[in-house]
């Protein structure tokens, strides 16, 4: 008896022992199994928490973007909410290059988790990128020996000369929907685009006072009213207005700064015209505008030749109406600089065109090659020679430094911006 009931006992006490042991297991498992829910749920949350952050912070680099295209200052700070999270960023000026630039640097925070998002170098499209620019010249042609290293752009329909094979180094657009004819032997190096928005010269600005940020006339360092004639010669420039009093005033020696990143400005003036007439050589960067047409008279170039060695000169010419070659320059003219004729100043449609005076007249033995090193911008398009032997031949070159670096305080095109670079940090 006592034997007996000591054995059953025994194994009372070995599965009681066991079920706890089972039990216990069993609790650690689920408490592991809940504790890893808990875990890959505050995983997920922070996750989520991450990207939503990282979501604020790059909305706060867009709203730093509206800030600048509503004209206000820089450098600033702003701050603000989207959606549960918030924002600080702040916006710093860049003055390293010609095109006026940003950086922003935006955090945002959602339930305490925190991204920065970086954008650098955020700047708006100058009119210096293009190589070629045309806005209402009915068609434009293109033919072998053609070749653009910079952007196209026409308003108007392309025409590919009949087994010609024009070379476009970077992207030609079009706003016509359709080729005027070709491009079967063309070579696009970039690629092609018809059908986009039609641009315009509008956004160049100037006299409008009420935009202080990129009114030609108030970045001026100085203002001529009437017939002005500009000669270069390296760091001295000499200026001839009857208004001024001045005949070969010697402004470089005065005022030098102007050659570091000036803006000079010839005005019309009731019946004074501002007509400008220029030639020489130019050590230095300058813009010179003039609110009636631009005369060349002999070679444009610079000091040192970009396309020989490493140069800083660099040379803006802006005319309201046109810009000519005169018919007394010389054979193979070198023009180093990049030129817009925005023609707005009159009503009349043929106005704001780069032309050569007596094209059509003066034999192309006489002139031989126009060599434009920069960029040309036009409202109508001028014509320079004809295909039976009369005028230049063209050789126009892009300066690819015009890019990223224009000539001093040179007009964007419209409220585009590009960013050079984008970053982002936990």
């Keep these: 008896m006592i034997s007996g009931t000591h054995h059953g006992n ?11 042991i089972l039990t216990s297991c069993a609790a650690l498992l689920v408490f592991g199994s809940l504790n890893q829910s808990m875990s890959w749920m505050k995983i997920a949350a922070r996750q989520e928490a991450l990207e939503s952050a990282l979501f604020v912070a790059d909305g706060g680099c867009q709203l730093c973007l509206a800030y600048i295209m509503a004209g ?31 950086s922003f640097s935006s955090t945002g925070t959602v339930r305490g988790v925190r991204r920065v998002v970086n954008l650098d170098f955020v700047h708006s499209r100058s009119w210096a990128e293009y ?6 010249s009915g068609v434009i042609y293109f033919q072998t020996g053609d070749r653009f290293r910079g952007k196209v752009h026409c308003n108007v329909p392309v025409y590919i000369t009949a087994n010609s094979s024009p070379v476009f180094e970077q992207l030609l657009t079009s706003s016509s929907a359709t080729w005027g004819h070709g491009p079967e032997h063309a070579v696009f190096s970039n690629g092609f685009q018809l059908g986009v928005t039609a641009e315009s010269m509008s956004s160049i600005n100037f006299t409008n006072t009420a935009s202080t940020q990129d009114c030609l006339r108030i970045q001026a360092s100085l203002i001529v009213t009437g017939a002005t004639t500009v000669g270069m010669s390296g760091t001295n420039f000499y200026i001839t207005n009857s208004k001024r009093g001045w005949s070969n005033y010697n402004y470089g020696a005065v005022s030098p700064g102007t050659l570091t990143n000036g803006v000079i400005y010839v005005a019309t003036s009731g019946t004074s015209i501002g007509d400008l007439t220029i030639a020489g050589t130019l050590d230095g960067r300058l ?13 444009i170039r610079y000091a040192v030749n970009p396309t020989n060695a490493p140069s800083n000169d660099a040379l803006g010419l802006i005319s309201r109406k046109d810009i000519i070659v005169d018919a007394s320059c010389p054979r193979d003219l070198d023009i180093y600089a990049h030129l817009i004729a925005e023609g707005g100043l009159t009503t009349s449609v043929n106005d704001g065109m780069f032309t050569v005076e007596n094209y059509d007249t003066r034999l192309s033995s006489a002139c031989g090659a126009l060599n ?4 040309i911008v036009q409202n109508y398009r001028g014509p320079v020679g004809t295909t039976s032997g009369y005028g230049y031949s063209k050789n126009y070159m892009f300066d690819a430094r015009f890019a990223t670096n224009p000539p001093p305080h040179y007009p964007v095109v419209g409220d585009k911006y590009y960013c050079g670079g984008w970053r982002d940090s936990p």
């Design 10 to 20: 025994g194994k009372g006490g070995y599965v009681l022992l066991m079920s706890l």
């Design 72 to 102: 206000n200052p820089a450098p600033a700070s702003i701050a603000g909410s989207i959606g549960e999270g918030a924002y600080t960023a702040r916006i710093t000026l860049s003055s390293d290059t010609g095109i006026q630039s940003y």
């Design 131 to 136: 190589a070629m620019w045309y806005g209402r």
């Design 287 to 299: 813009t010179l505008v003039a609110d009636g047409n631009i005369n060349i008279t002999n070679h």
């Design 372 to 375: 434009v090193f920069g960029g």
